[in-house]
Each structure stands twice: as structure tokens, then as C-alpha cells.
């Protein structure tokens, strides 16, 4: 059975740091791409970001709105894949989903984390 | 950045037929942006239905396929079941590297 776990959310001020870490099981780790997606309450998904699988190169692409804030990481003998979110505002609450596909990282979803950014 | 868009919201009877529609910004979406649509029911994490167009999950019921639809990507629920009644996301990508969400269509079963 695949499995999703993500921690690390949690109350934090404008302008510090939090990493969120993506347990996975299941599945073959280093032949998916993982992805990061964000729900904001009451509101849509939101893509964040990916992290290739190795055999492709393990390349990162972010959404315009955390880039340069915002890196996604993979430990493959650990299985698990990281965010690592600098600078946090505060339309940067919400619920943070890790996904994982072997094609495009959007196959499987984890039950999320909240964070939630306010002083 | 390309916007994405799908209807606010449907409604369908049970044992009916709903299309939902995904479009974007840039034109027509073709098989090139793998449309995915997702379910999300309230307090639950959302779940893929169909990935890259056409393709249903070992979990996704038969009832839930995926095409494209002029110019669209399209969700169809033939057969409609209360618990069908969720909020559908669609996914496109763009270029490989940037994915954009829809806005989600809310479907009542009713």
C-alpha cells in the first residue's frame, strides 16, 4: 500500500523558516517524481513544486510564487522527499500535500500538514 | 502564467450524466498538457482519478472517464452516485516544467 506521510507543519512567524518532510512507502521512491501542492483554507490547489527522479536528474521546478524561497530535496535511501520554505509570508498558509507519480509526481497524495504563518 | 478554468459549479441527478471541462489561457488543451482530474471531498485529501487524458487508476470506478472535448479536457461521470458529490480539480501542464490547477468545479449529486 503507498503511503504519504508529511510533518513538520506548525505555527510560525512572517520572515523565518520551516522544513516539511514527506515520509513515502510503498512504492518504488527513486523511480517517482515527488511534488509538493498547497491548499490555502477554503481554497484551491495550488502547485508548489517537483523534484525529478534521479534517473532523470533529480532537477527541481517551482511555481513563480515561492521560487527563490521555496527547495525541494530527496533522500532516496531514506525515501523521503523535503521542502524546505525561507522567508515565509503569510499567504503562505495552508495544508501542504506531498504527491508522488512515476510519470508526473501527481499519482498518489499524502493526507497533508498545516502551516500556518502569522505572528 | 496560463490560467486554467473549469465550471463553478454542476449539478447532476442520480443515475445522471455530468461533463466537467477544463480549459486554459493558451489556447486549446491538447493530450501535450496530461490532464489530470482529482476528487476532493470535504476534510479528505484529494485523490486522482484519471492521469495523462484518458487513463483511470486501479481505484478510480468505471464510471469516471477522461477526453478531450472541443478544444477542452473533459471529465465525464456517467451514472452519478451520492458520493460522487466532491470537489473535481483539474491539472495541465505546461512546457514539463510549471503545472497549473483549475479552479474546481463543485458537483452536487441531487
Known amino acids: 500500500e503507498v503511503q504519504l506521510v508529511e510533518s513538520g507543519g506548525g505555527l510560525v512567524q512572517p520572515g523565518r523558516s520551516l522544513r516539511l518532510s514527506c515520509t513515502a512507502s510503498g512504492f518504488t521512491f527513486p523511480d517517482h517524481a515527488m511534488s509538493w501542492v498547497r491548499q490555502a483554507p477554503g481554497k484551491g490547489l495550488e502547485w508548489v513544486g517537483f523534484?525529478?527522479?534521479?534517473?532523470?536528474?533529480?532537477?527541481?521546478e517551482y511555481a513563480a510564487s515561492v521560487k527563490g524561497r521555496f527547495t525541494i530535496s530527496r533522500d532516496d535511501s531514506r525515501t523521503i522527499a523535503y521542502l524546505r520554505m525561507n522567508s515565509l509570508k503569510t499567504e503562505d498558509t495552508a495544508v501542504y500535500y506531498c504527491t508522488a507519480g512515476e510519470l508526473l509526481p501527481f499519482d498518489f497524495w499524502g493526507q497533508g500538514t498545516l502551516v500556518t504563518v502569522s505572528s | 502564467q496560463a490560467v486554467v478554468t473549469q465550471e463553478p459549479s454542476l449539478t447532476v441527478s442520480p443515475g445522471g450524466t455530468v461533463t466537467l471541462t477544463c480549459g486554459s489561457s493558451?489556447?486549446?488543451?491538447?493530450?501535450?498538457?496530461?490532464p489530470y482530474w482529482f476528487q476532493q471531498k470535504p476534510g479528505q485529501a484529494p485523490r486522482t482519478l484519471i492521469y495523462?487524458?484518458?487513463n483511470r487508476h486501479s481505484w478510480t470506478p468505471a464510471r469516471f472517464s477522461g477526453s478531450l472535448l472541443g478544444g477542452k479536457a473533459a471529465l465525464t461521470l456517467s451514472g452519478a452516485q451520492p458520493e460522487d458529490e466532491a470537489d473535481y480539480f483539474c491539472l495541465l501542464s505546461y512546457s514539463g516544467d510549471s503545472y497549473v490547477f483549475g479552479p474546481g468545479t463543485k458537483v452536487t449529486v441531487l
Open positions: 495523462d487524458t484518458t
Open positions: 493558451t489556447g486549446a488543451v491538447t493530450s501535450g498538457h496530461s
Open positions: 523534484i525529478s527522479s534521479n534517473p532523470f536528474g533529480g532537477t527541481t
